[in-house]
T-cell receptor, first 110, second 115 residues
Framework: SQQGEEDPQALSIQEGENATMNCSYK?????LQWYRQNSGRGLVHLIL???NEREKHSGRLRVTLDTSKKSSSLLITASRAADTASYFC??????????WGAGTKLIIKP | EPEVTQTPSHQVTQMGQEVILRCVPI?????FYWYRQILGQKVEFLVS????????KSEIFDDQFSVERPDGSNFTLKIRSTKLEDSAMYFC?????????????FGEGSRLTVL
């Protein structure tokens, strides 16, 4: 997998269920970021987890980071229709450049 | 809440024409970026700008591309002679800190269609 590679590519669940997306990366990182993109819209920052953190919460979002496995997961609990979007992880290739995975397309069925 | 604004939201142009995409970053941010996303593909880094100069650019950002911060508020991306493969969504972003330490704030994007 490439730097910032998410899986699954697509995920369809019922409203109210939890959604888990995973991200793997190759090189060492200072932090890993998750972004959401609604169809045809801009990227919205969700959460940043630093390399010395293992877990971080923000509302219904929980992000974990395992630097030994070079992987991160994003959990959305109690999903809602409004959570339908693509979710991307991103890592810094340098001081100025983020590199992105292909994203997980999440569909929440009412 | 402060936001990054981009204009135009959609531009259609003929191949070979010049295009300027405009962005107004968040006012107290110091770092500015352009990314692009070809339909259905990954987000790709184009260029970063700090202290009135390019701090980093990707292989995509060739001589056909240029950036400018003409007046302290706007941040523009110019494509001198557009190609069909330049068709994409172009996102401007800004941040308070460098990419490896802080989050980026993105605009809604400018969709460029080259015919």
């Amino acid at each position: 997998s490439q730097q910032g590679e998410e899986d699954p590519q697509a995920l369809s669940i019922q409203e109210g269920e939890n959604a888990t997306m995973n991200c793997s990366y190759k090189t060492s990182i200072n932090n890993l970021q998750w972004y959401r993109q609604n169809s045809g819209r801009g990227l919205v920052h969700l959460i940043l987890i630093r390399s010395n953190e293992r877990e971080k919460h923000s509302g219904r979002l929980r992000v974990t980071l395992d630097t030994s496995k070079k992987s991160s997961s994003l959990l959305i609990t109690a999903s809602r229709a409004a959570d339908t979007a693509s979710y991307f992880c991103a890592t810094a290739k340098s001081n100025y450049q983020l590199i992105w995975g292909a994203g997980t397309k999440l569909i929440i069925k009412p | 809440e402060p936001e990054v604004t981009q204009t135009p939201s959609h531009q259609v142009t003929q191949m070979g024409q010049e295009v300027i995409l405009r962005c107004v970053p968040i006012s107290n941010h110091l770092y500015f970026y352009w990314y692009r996303q070809i339909l259905g593909q990954k987000v790709e880094f184009l260029v970063s700008f700090y202290n009135n100069e390019i701090s980093e650019k990707s292989e995509i950002f060739d001589d056909q591309f240029s950036v400018e911060r003409p007046d302290g508020s706007n941040f523009t991306l110019k494509i001198r002679s557009t190609k069909l493969e330049d068709s994409a969504m172009y996102f401007c972003a800004s941040s308070e800190a460098q990419t490896n330490t802080g989050e980026l704030f993105f605009g809604e994007g400018s969709r460029l269609t080259v015919l």
